[in-house]
């Protein structure tokens, strides 16, 4: 990388500021604060971004985008159809971004996947209202399940299946449009 190119890095993270939080001694609460973003940190954040999305890194900032709704709703459909998992997010709109999708491992009925969700890829171009991103987590599911680990031996049939889906533009992503989709595994035929 060219010096220019880390002086235009150093730019724009000046203008960027992401939250910090602090302990307060007196107190023994967090507070809330900002920072300006280092330059380091901001070519990582945006070529991580992209590098996980299967897209070339970035020599030089990219422009920040203006992010529309994410327009999936949170709807999940989740079933076995003759013993075959198919799973089917609800479209409110068609996507102009990519859509970034993310799944936890199936979890008993009752159970919060935490924050234990893994990347399944980008969301499929639409055919229709509803988007069928069953073989993405097919994909992820049979590394969970070589994993000997029992959190990822839960039986498919009335599992909890948890989606986040978000919107990235170019590295940047907008989490603040986080949609979260969850549905309970039904038998079907």
């Known amino acids: 990388m060219e010096e220019w190119e880390r002086d235009e890095w150093r730019k724009r993270a000046r203008q960027l500021r992401i939250r910090v939080r602090r302990q307060v001694a007196y107190a023994n609460q967090q507070k809330a604060r900002t920072r300006a973003l280092r330059p380091q940190e901001f070519y990582v954040k945006i070529n991580r971004v ?4 299967g897209y070339e890194r970035r020599r030089l900032p990219p422009p920040e985008p203006k992010f529309g709704p994410n ?3 949170p ?3 989740a079933s076995l159809v003759k013993g075959r998992l198919v799973l089917k997010l609800v479209l409110r709109a068609t996507p102009v971004n990519d859509i970034m999708v993310f799944g936890s491992p199936p979890r008993r009925p009752g159970q919060d996947p935490g924050s234990n969700y893994a990347f399944l890829g980008l969301l499929p171009p ?4 509803k988007i069928n991103i069953s073989g993405m987590y097919l994909r992820k ?3 969970w399940r070589r994993i000997k680990n029992r959190q ?4 498919l049939g009335g599992a909890r299946i948890c989606i986040r889906t ?3 533009v170019n590295g940047w992503e907008d989490k603040g449009a986080m949609t979260i989709s969850h549905g309970l595994v039904r038998w079907v035929g």
């Open 126 to 129: 639409p055919k229709g209202r």
């Open 166 to 168: 978000w919107p990235q």
């Open 71 to 73: 327009p999936l709703k």
């Open 75 to 77: 709807e999940l459909e």
């Open 152 to 155: 990822h031996q839960v039986p």
């Open 50 to 53: 992209l590098g996980v999305c």
């Open 141 to 143: 599911l049979e590394e």
